[in-house]
């Protein structure tokens, strides 16, 4: 996979530790679907889910930072082994920075996921940036990166499987599914 990518984004995704996901539009299609009580539902693609624990097995965290709040969130955190989730981040900028404090990493080493204008600050702040294919225009012209796959719709298992790819950990995982990997 990783001789698709030029090298300076190989060098881009090389350090990354730490994945940080927007989620409305990025872990999922970008719908809200509410009912006549007023709960919230979202669709979230399992093997965005499968990509997001073949990560954290390597070693990887995962963190989601999202505008809205909603429980659906919290549960979709929860099954999949997250453990820090930021809701209602208005400004993410300013928690994506305090996550580099509370962590003591550099920016160097964080991959960010959005598709909006309000990421592009963390866009341009983050190691590697990344977009979903469906991401508004400047999102996409900010990002380092851009998905073949939409928000919701396999993007996240994309960047997944790219960075285990780039980091030499993508074989190992392919062999433990009976995949030959060829170099």
């Known amino acids: 996979m990783n001789k698709l990518l030029d090298e300076r984004l190989v060098r881009k995704i090389k350090p990354i530790n730490l994945l940080i996901l927007d989620v409305d539009g990025v872990l999922t299609d970008g719908r809200i679907i509410i009912d006549d009580l007023g709960n919230e539902t979202k669709n979230f693609d399992v093997r965005d889910g499968h990509g997001i624990r073949l ?3 390597y070693g990887i ?8 709040s909603s429980k659906v969130v919290d549960h979709r955190a929860k099954d999949l082994g997250i453990k820090e989730v930021y809701q209602s981040a208005y400004n993410k900028i300013e928690v994506f920075e305090e996550i580099l404090r509370k ?9 960010y996921v959005g598709d909006d204008i309000v990421d592009i600050p ?5 190691g590697f940036s990344v ?4 991401a508004a225009v400047y999102a996409k012209k900010a990002a380092n990166y ?3 796959k939409r928000g919701g719709r396999g993007a996240v298992r994309e960047v997944c499987e790219m960075i285990l790819d780039v980091q030499g950990k993508w074989p190992e995982i392919a062999s433990k599914y009976g995949l030959k990997i060829s170099g």
């Not at 962590?103 to 991959?111: F, M």
């Not at 963390?122 to 983050?126: E, G, P």
């Not at 977009?131 to 469906?134: E, G």
């Open 146 to 148: 851009v998905t073949v």
């Open 131 to 134: 977009a979903v294919a469906d």
């Open 61 to 68: 965290d995962v963190i989601l930072l999202t505008g809205r």
């Open 55 to 57: 990560l954290t097995g």
């Open 122 to 126: 963390v866009f341009n702040r983050a």
């Open 103 to 111: 962590r003591n990493i550099s920016s160097d080493n964080v991959a």
